[in-house]
Nanobody, 121 residues
Framework: QVQLVESGGGLVQAGGSLRLSCAAS????????MGWYRQAPGKQREPVAH???????IIADSVKGRFTISRDNAKNMVFLHMASLKPEDTAVYYC???????????????WGQGTQVTVSS
């Protein structure tokens, strides 16, 4: 089995910064995409940023210039660096990854349990 575990959420004042971490563990042969989504109360889950194993990251327009994404392939981890946070960034942030457990199994998408980020004004 594969698990994604997020950490780093919390309460921060507007203008502050947070770094979210996500670690993938279990039976893992390869990881293609790793990324972050968020879901605010009463809204649909939306993509925030993602990064492929060997290409440049993609950042949503709503957070471009404030958020960056990075990954540590050796540790199967992805990070979301959030700066200049705004109250509208308040949401549950979910880690997402496309993982192949063995060279012959199909790729599957996995999700973390989510971590709450609350930005106070």
């Amino acid at each position: 089995q594969v698990q994604l575990v997020e950490s780093g959420g919390g309460l921060v004042q507007a203008g502050g910064s947070l770094r979210l971490s996500c670690a993938a563990s279990g039976i893992i042969d390869s990881i293609n995409m790793m990324g972050w989504y968020r879901q605010a109360p009463g809204k649909q889950r939306e993509p925030v940023a993602h990064i492929m194993s060997t290409s440049s990251p993609i950042i949503a327009d709503s957070v471009k210039g404030r958020f960056t994404i990075s990954r540590d392939n050796a540790k199967n981890m992805v990070f979301l660096h959030m700066a200049s946070l705004k109250p509208e960034d308040t949401a549950v942030y979910y880690c997402n990854a496309e993982i192949q457990s063995t060279p012959t199994t199909r790729w599957r998408a996995y999700w973390g349990q989510g971590t709450q980020v609350t930005v106070s004004s």
